[in-house]
T-cell receptor, first 112, second 114 residues
Framework: DSGVTQTPKHLITATGQRVTLRCSPR?????VYWYQQSLDQGLQFLIH???????AKGNILERFSAQQFPDLHSELNLSSLELGDSALYFC???????????FGQGTRLTVV | AQSVTQLDSQVPVFEEAPVELRCNYS??????LFWYVQYPNQGLQLLLK??????LVKGINGFEAEFNKSQTSFHLRKPSVHISDTAEYFC????????????FGKGTMLLVSP
């Protein structure tokens, strides 16, 4: 158990809909990272938050957004969903100055 | 920008045989290097990491990796694999800045058969 909790584990939704994925980092970790894992693109970095502030953006679509709340949990919002958004979405956390990211079990999103 | 190349998408091997999973990277800055393992329907688990110092790094489950700066490689090895090692293995790099934004390779599926 990495200590990173993601909910829900599975999500099935229709095209055009909006969903919210939730991540609780390890206790005390200030950094939260979101990654997308798909068959064609592999594992791709989406976005990084540190103590509530956005620090870095990767290959994140404009339809996607994220935030980190004062209690350090984070949410990834995906809107106007397309079939191609079906993927496994991982959250990871790390400590301040940490060199290692701890991953959650992921949320498997299926868009039908 | 960094990139990671895992040369083999699949490596079949018999139980108790040695295995090497290859990883090459490119970066214009100093990097940290990682190997993660993903078992079916699971998250990513860290096997080992190279930050600095000794180029031979030992990890969990009997795995080790060697950092070769001149060849920009970080190959993963195990002298004797088990059926339970069947999983996908990902090589990753991050800039040595203290933040852990990772760039991953495409992954290598290790298939261990009896």
């Amino acid at each position: 158990d990495s200590g990173v909790t993601q909910t829900p584990k599975h999500l099935i939704t229709a095209t055009g809909q909006r969903v919210t994925l939730r991540c609780s980092p390890r206790s005390g970790d200030l950094s939260v990272y979101w990654y997308q894992q798909s068959l064609d693109q592999g594992l791709q970095f989406l976005i990084h938050y540190y103590n509530g502030e956005e620090r870095a953006k990767g290959n994140i679509l404009e339809r996607f957004s994220a935030q980190q709340f004062p209690d350090l949990h984070s949410e990834l919002n995906l809107s106007s969903l397309e079939l191609g958004d079906s993927a496994l979405y991982f959250c990871a956390s790390s400590a301040r100055g940490g060199t290692e990211a701890f991953f959650g079990q992921g949320t498997r999103l299926t868009v039908v | 920008a960094q990139s990671v190349t895992q040369l083999d998408s699949q490596v079949p091997v018999f139980e108790e045989a040695p295995v090497e999973l290859r990883c090459n990277y490119s970066s214009s800055v100093s990097v940290y290097l990682f190997w993660y393992v993903q078992y079916p329907n699971q998250g990513l688990q860290l096997l080992l990491k190279y930050l600095s110092g000794s180029t031979l790094v030992k990890g969990i489950n009997g795995f080790e990796a060697e950092f070769n700066k001149s060849q920009t490689s970080f190959h993963l090895r195990k002298p004797s694999v088990h059926i339970s090692d069947t999983a996908e293995y990902f090589c990753a790099v991050s800039e040595g800045t203290g933040y852990s934004t990772l760039t991953f390779g495409k992954g290598t599926m290790l298939l261990v058969s009896p």
